[in-house]
């Protein structure tokens, strides 16, 4: 018999880390994001993100856009067909869990350590 | 396990991120505030109050300033966000859950409206069952969507201060024949307006606030 949290292995560490599936999360609530935008969601610094955005459009999830506005750099971001499919099965696999959590707890199966 | 609650509200604002800018709602709300209020006084108690007669003029001018915010702060809101967030996301055709609540709302909303000014409810009474009606229809599961529950209260408040009587908006809330029930409309509208502008604008600004963080750990 599957363990309850034996899907947790299984998760896609490109996606599974925190900033990366913040960014891949807003992604796929649109058709394409600008740079600064998901530096504000991320909380994290331009280096930092230009680090996890080379490594997803790396694993074929996003493709960046690069234009001038009014001679401004601007980089706008959309996910791949692949990386939607990827964004979407993650959020349901961590849902499953959740609510697998969350069955657990309402039977009582899981009791914290020391209690 | 990784905190949910976060990506929640990410999943929520990218989207709707126009929509959450309450605050340019503000000016709307205060200027329906304004004429609900001036609508509720007909009497000459009004026209000739402590102000005298310059208190039309001043509510005029009130009237136009407020105008004149109404087109000039959505414009400086937008400016502000692009600037300190980046543009806003280019969207997707609108989450259909999204539509279904809007929709269910504006119909059970304008529903009561109309029944107001057939029945003539008292005002408290009518207020107290937007409240209620917001309260029962407005979804209860999810931790973002659930924030807008909070609609009721002052509306349930104004209601209350209404029943208690408690002056001066006892006078505001007063049933009678001076008292249209479009008013009563009007004062739930703008609080509406007023409450869910700043729960907005809040929610934005939780989800955006962060500021980068230079020696984050990129790892994984």
């Known amino acids: 018999m599957k363990q309850p949290f034996e899907d947790l ?16 999360t807003a992604l796929s609530a649109c058709q394409s994001a600008d740079f600064l935008y998901l530096q504000s969601l991320t909380g994290i610094s331009k280096g930092n993100l230009s680090n996890h955005l ?14 001038y506005e009014r001679k401004t750099p601007r980089t706008r971001v959309h996910l791949t067909e692949v990386g939607r499919e990827a964004i979407t099965e993650h959020w349901e696999r961590l849902e499953a869990l959740h609510a697998e959590a969350e069955r657990l707890r309402s039977a009582g199966s899981l009791v914290p350590e020391g209690a | 396990m990784i905190d949910l609650e976060p990506f929640r ?15 340019r709602y503000l000016p709307m709300s205060a200027l329906m505030l304004l004429i609900a209020l001036v609508g509720s006084h007909p009497s000459p108690a009004v026209a000739h109050g402590p102000l005298g007669p310059s208190t039309q003029a001043g509510q005029t001018f009130g009237i136009v300033v407020d105008g004149v915010l109404l087109f000039v702060l959505p414009l400086l809101m937008d400016r502000w966000y ?6 806003a996301p280019a969207l997707d055709p609108l989450d259909p859950l999204y539509l279904r ?3 269910i709302l504006t119909f059970l909303l304008a529903g009561s409206f109309t029944i107001q000014n057939i029945v003539h409810l008292p005002a408290p009474i009518f207020l107290l069952s937007i409240a209620l009606v917001l309260w029962v229809v407005w979804p209860p599961e999810g931790t973002i969507r659930r924030q807008y529950r909070r ?12 029943i208690a009587p408690i002056e001066p908006l006892y006078g505001v809330l007063r049933a009678g024949p001076d008292f249209a029930g479009s008013t009563a409309s009007f004062l739930a509208l703008s609080l509406i307006g007023f409450v869910g502008g700043v729960l907005d604008h809040r929610l934005l600004i939780t989800t955006l606030h962060r500021r980068p963080k230079e020696h984050h750990e990129a790892t994984i």
Do not use: M
């Not at chain 2, 692009?82 to 543009?87: A, E, H, I």
């Open chain 1, 54 to 67: 080379a490594k997803l459009e790396e694993g074929g999830l996003i493709a960046l856009e690069k234009t």
């Open chain 2, 151 to 162: 609609l009721c209260v002052p509306i349930a408040l104004v209601a209350a201060l209404g």
């Open chain 2, 82 to 87: 692009d600037r300190v967030y980046g543009p």
């Open chain 2, 101 to 103: 609540e809007a929709g």
């Open chain 2, 9 to 23: 509200r990410v999943r929520y604002v990218t989207p709707r991120r126009k929509e959450l800018q309450g605050l």
């Open chain 1, 9 to 24: 292995a299984g998760l896609d560490r490109l996606v599974h880390e925190p900033a990366r599936l913040a960014i891949l």
